[in-house]
């Protein structure tokens, strides 16, 4: 396993060749999407890559899928960038950690926009083969994002468990990433949220 760090204020060069080594990728990726980025940070992922957003309990199959999850994220928080603070490499795994900042401007589920901003230590992992990524899980503490922005944190983890009970067993048209090993990733057979607590709020509105 190889240990790299990143500064704080690193910035990621733009290229248009697909990167083949798994820091250099994630890097790429990281910073496409603190950009809200959607499709440029999607580019570098396989068609059936795999989102799987932990503290909400939600994870995306399918770069359609995740297209539409991201884009209403960014919705609500449309400053979220993070900063890299360190990587680790495996074999076709990349874990990175840092810090996640983001600023509530629309809505998260039923809850209106604060207008606070959480900054807090985040953790990922990465998954990736043939140059391109296969699947992401992001890890943050839920409660400290709730008590930074003005949110309680009991009513957002069951609204969230309400919208992860509803979307259990949902079909996806991706297929099935095994995203294994000692990563603690998971094999993934299906997009089991499709959506998000953003756009159930909406639907129900």
């Known amino acids: 396993m190889r240990l790299e760090s990143t500064a704080p204020d690193a910035t990621v060069m733009e290229d248009t060749r697909v990167p083949s080594r798994g820091p250099e990728l994630v890097a790429r990726y990281s910073a496409a999407k603190s950009r809200q980025d959607v499709e440029g940070a999607l580019a570098l992922c396989h068609e059936d890559f795999v989102l799987d957003a932990v503290p909400f309990g939600i994870r995306g199959a399918g770069k359609e899928v995740v297209s539409a999850q991201l884009h209403m994220f960014f919705a609500t928080f449309p400053d979220y960038g993070v900063t890299t603070d360190g990587v680790a490499e495996g074999d076709g795994v990349v874990a990175s950690w840092g810090t996640v900042r983001a600023t509530m401007r629309g809505a998260f589920g039923s809850f209106a926009p604060t207008g606070r901003t959480f900054a807090l230590p985040f953790s990922c992992v990465f998954v990736h083969r043939d140059g391109r990524l ?4 992001f890890f943050f503490d839920l409660a400290s994002m709730c008590d930074e922005i003005g949110l309680p944190v ?13 979307g259990e067993g949902a079909e996806s048209s ?23 607590p953003s756009s159930s709020a909406r639907r129900s509105a």
Do not use: H
């Not at 009991?154 to 509803?166: C, N, S, T």
């Open 134 to 137: 296969a699947s992401e899980r």
């Open 154 to 166: 009991e009513k957002v983890a069951a609204e969230l468990r309400a919208f992860g009970a509803a």
């Open 174 to 196: 991706a297929p099935a990433t095994d995203a294994g090993g000692s990563s603690g990733a998971s094999s993934t057979s299906g997009s089991r949220r499709s959506g998000s």
